[in-house]
């Protein structure tokens, strides 16, 4: 299997994840177990970690009842795009507007739109 980095922000890349206690950070979280570059293999180590969650079970070690494996799969640019939008959200927060901010490619659940007053001469008489 060639695994890749799940950092790798140029590839496309599938990311098997396993929920589970992690005792480092104390608490339970979403752990990169591995990337791939390859559909196929994803789905194979997939299914190897969820099989032996349930070997786990089933030979009655103890496992938390939410721990399980899954997957996400990230288009190249994700992360970019992901740490974009946090940027355009903490700015928001703060009230602020700095330069440069409409050019960003933000995920696409997220948009930047800007209000534009209009400073024609005739709308002075309507601010009085």
Do not use: C, K, W
């Amino acid at each position: 299997m060639a695994q890749v980095d799940p950092e790798d922000d140029s590839i496309r890349r599938f990311i098997v994840r396993h929920y589970r206690y992690d005792p480092q950070r104390r608490e339970r979280r979403h752990v990169v177990v591995a990337a791939f570059d390859n559909e196929a293999e994803y789905e194979a180590r997939l299914q190897s970690e969820a099989a032996e969650i349930r070997r786990r079970r089933d030979n009655g070690e103890t496992v938390d009842r939410r721990e399980h494996a899954s997957g996400s799969v990230y288009e190249p640019g994700y992360l970019r795009r992901a740490a974009n939008g946090h940027l355009l959200s903490r700015a928001i927060a703060r009230g602020v507007s700095p330069p440069g901010l409409e050019r960003l490619e933000l995920p696409s659940n997220m948009s930047y739109v800007t209000a534009v007053r209009d400073e024609s001469p005739g709308d002075a008489d309507h601010r009085q």
